[in-house]
């Protein structure tokens, strides 16, 4: 498969032919991807394990898909019952900043968090099972948002459903592919708080999908509040960047002057990333490579695995805190305009 234009980035042999620089452990790892190396004509080439002991037997593939799977998430502490998440006073947001700041002073070599989970407040018919982000996921939902303001998505809202003040609102939206010639992805997002209304805080938690792309659109507009159709029978729930960047969208229609509401993006559980952030981002997909024996490309060097970025975008958020590492307005501006281009 091709990916689109937008979406490339440096091929193994053109990262080999940068200018390398190597670095031995995760200690000072921030400060070399943002500061020490030219990002058009350096690669920082990792000589550091950041497998978990546990997993290092295993071949480095099989390893990195266990852990992103089943590795370490931040658990952020949200309240057990849907009465206390209500009573709440901090925003998800403002519970997910507070998380990563109290990480500030744990040292790099310590930090093997991929991302963060919730466990939903219990009620009723609700599926309590983690719900895992994985910042990499997190940082490509940014990215292929950013793509579409020149490939719009489409969102349809279907908040006139009972309950919703007190559940959330339903949406339908289609994202477009990363790669050339491949259909788009439909989605239905269930449990998005759109209301102004303390019920919001808890369900919210309760975010939840079904990603179809095969499906009339009768199908998918007998959804009621069914959610996750497509893992059930998993013990865990992964939102993966596509439907991340569907909440990114929903989040962006609704706040646009027409409609006004930022209900949306105030209350979101997933941490949009600043300039700078998605800057690090960058460097790690377009200079970077990492050295593993078991490869049999030249040097034995490949480009790093999913949880390796989500561990080292760990390190970042921790290291910079969470004031530096999330989104801004004011400072940030749109993240239309962050560049997420091959550095030249």
Known sequence: MVEKTFFRTRSIAERRHLRRRR???????????LQEIDPTTDCLEVRAQLLPPTLQHLPSAIASRKNLRHGHYLRLPVPKTWEQAIAMKESPLELVAREIDSLHFVQPENLHFLGYQWTAPLGRGVDNRPRMAPFAFIDEAARLHAYMHQAPGRVKDYSAAQRVQREGAVFIVTIPSRTEKKQQYTIQLAHVPIHDDPARKASVWLLGTTQRSDVSEHELHQFGYRLMQDQRGSDFYMFYPQTIAAYFLIAATLARPRKANLIPRHTSPFAMPSKEHAEFYRRLLNNTLIYDA???????????????????????????GAERAIWYQDRDGGIKDYDYSIPR
């Open 23 to 33: 670095v031995y452990g995760v200690k000072n790892i921030v400060e070399r991807v």
């Open 294 to 320: 078991q490869v049999k490309a030249p040097e034995h060097l490949r480009p790093l695995h999913l949880d390796e970025i989500s561990r080292l975008i760990g390190i970042y958020i921790a290291r910079v």
